[in-house]
């Protein structure tokens, strides 16, 4: 384990400290940094369904007006607001046998898979006045149950891994992780459940509602156990959550995220999310609808996908090293934005091969992996960005808030889903399109009125986000001089630790200390 806070037995090898590729080649070799990589498949399979199967299912098969069920989503965020940070804060504060995160990581095995089945599965008859309702409660115990996993479970990574550089490979694991999850799911469910009996038929949803909570309940609970024993092992609060002092714990929520670096990833993701949102919602309706492609065809896409992960595993890192964290989200981020919108100009110029066509499939299955490989590394970057302001807060807090922000950061994700299903459903209605069954009802104006209303929305929101986030601060040397900073603090709190328990920790984190460093 190697944390900013306990030595390593990893760290005690003169070898490893002196070469950083050692140490990171052995990463690999340490079961926890597997385990806590599986924990992202729960979410993967979850966001992947609100992303691009919940409005096309609310809509086409319980008969629900696609504004509602934006309500439904919008209500269900709400909910996060008032919970997400709740939860990190109180996940932070936690004391057990089991570490602070475990707790509530088990909670979740009790509402998330439940859910997750119910919503694409009706525990109940839905008639047209209770569809509503339904869904909402539904979203809601989702949102919750994911909250109790993901928040706790990303927030492990902070204290597992203090080192700049080495952060961005256990994210970049996660991530992997979350897209063959939810990808892999996808793509059998097109080929065989939702694909093969129809968008507008629930058998295929059913089969795929079972099968996804399944693999969310494996992926929690191998993740919990796998985690368990590095969680307990890590240093417990200095206090507990004083709800009779609440007044006491909201001054510390906003003690914690008034950090300007958190402020910038923050403000970042909740104008991004609007526009990954979109893309993902409509995923579905511009897939079917607007390239004519058919359920197969979309499986293959999905297939294609596969390699997107693997790909981003060894790009995220290495851009990272080169550009540093904030230069390289950046610059995967804005070729992101560059690349999606070739596909549907070069169609409604007349130069994209046949509507439906397998040429077309082939050209359009090529620009989304790029485009896939290049949203996750900037991703894999903005969330070890994100890691790293637990230490920026720390110095100036004398309290690690590692769930606090992760908190914020799920309830941005979970925004993906919210704010496009949200956004989507609104330009569904807007363009006609909640009457349109087939392919061949698609006409030429409405596939204008659909990008046209889409795209220059997307690339705006994106730019807009990409500006904010460039006032992110945190530097490699910087965050090196918070580790130095907190090691020194840990030492004079502790007048008789010697160079290898204090002082010496901080060094250890970060491989051969300065020198350690990759210099650009």
Not at 112 to 125: H, K, Q, R, S, W
Not at 286 to 310: D, H
Request: net charge positive; hydrophobic share 50%.
């Amino acid at each position: 384990m190697c944390s900013a806070s306990r030595p390593s037995r990893r760290s005690k090898k003169g070898p490893d400290r002196a070469n950083p590729d050692i140490v990171e080649q052995k990463l690999e070799k340490r079961p926890v940094f597997w385990f806590y990589g599986t924990g992202a498949i729960a979410y993967g399979v979850k966001n992947n369904a609100f992303s691009y199967l919940l409005l096309i299912y609310a809509n086409q098969v319980l008969g629900l007006p696609g504004y509602l069920a934006s309500i439904a989503l919008a209500v269900a965020l709400v909910w996060d607001a008032a919970t997400d940070l709740f939860v990190g804060h109180w996940s932070d504060k936690t004391s057990s046998r089991h570490g602070r995160r475990h707790p509530f990581m088990y909670a979740a095995l009790v509402v998330l898979p439940a859910a997750f089945y119910g919503l694409f599965n009706p525990y109940i008859e839905l008639t047209g006045a209770n569809t509503f309702t339904y869904v909402l409660v539904m979203a809601i115990l989702i949102r919750t149950g994911t909250t109790l996993f993901e928040v706790p479970s990303t927030s492990l990574l902070p204290e597992l891994e203090s080192q700049y550089d080495r952060r961005n490979k256990w994210l970049a694991l996660r991530h992997a992780f979350g897209w063959y999850g939810g990808n892999l799911l996808h793509t059998v469910n097109f080929l065989f459940w939702v694909g093969a009996y129809g968008f507008t038929v629930q058998t295929g949803y059913s089969i795929y509602a079972a099968v996804g909570a399944a693999l969310i309940l494996l992926a929690i609970t191998v993740s919990s156990l796998g985690t368990r024993r590095e969680a307990a092992a890590l240093p417990r609060p200095a206090e507990p959550l004083r709800i009779r002092a609440i007044a006491h714990e909201i001054r510390q929520v906003f003690q914690s995220v008034r950090n300007p670096n958190f402020a910038a990833l923050f403000f970042y993701g909740l104008v991004a999310a609007i526009g990954a949102g979109l893309a993902e919602a409509l995923f579905l309706y511009n897939a079917y609808y607007f390239f004519g492609f058919s359920g197969v065809q979309i499986a293959a896409v999905g297939i294609c996908v596969m390699v997107s992960p693997v790909t981003a595993y060894w790009v995220a890192p290495r851009l990272g090293a080169r550009l540093g964290k904030k230069g390289g989200a950046i610059t995967g981020i804005l070729l992101t934005v560059s690349i999606y919108p070739v596909p549907f100009v070069l169609l409604l110029l007349g130069w994209w091969p046949a509507i439906g066509s397998w040429p077309s499939l082939f050209a359009f299955a090529a620009i989304t992996v790029i485009q896939v490989v290049c949203l996750m590394s900037g991703g894999v970057l903005l969330d070890s960005m994100m890691a790293d302001v637990v230490e920026d807060s720390e110095v100036a807090t004398s309290r690690r808030s590692e769930g606090l922000f992760y908190a914020a950061r799920g309830f941005v994700a979970k925004g993906i889903s919210a704010g496009g299903v949200l956004g989507a459903g609104t330009i569904v209605s807007l363009v006609g399109l909640d009457g349109i069954d087939s392919v061949d009802l698609m006409t030429r104006e409405l596939r204008v009125n659909l990008a046209s209303m889409f795209l220059p929305l997307f690339c705006g929101l994106n730019l807009l986000a990409l500006l904010i986030v460039s006032r992110y601060r945190i530097t490699r040397d910087g965050h090196s001089a918070n580790l130095a900073a907190l090691a020194r603090r840990k030492g004079a709190a502790e007048p008789g630790a010697d160079s290898g328990t204090a002082a010496g920790r901080g060094r250890d984190s970060e491989p051969g200390g300065e020198t350690g460093r990759i210099v650009r």
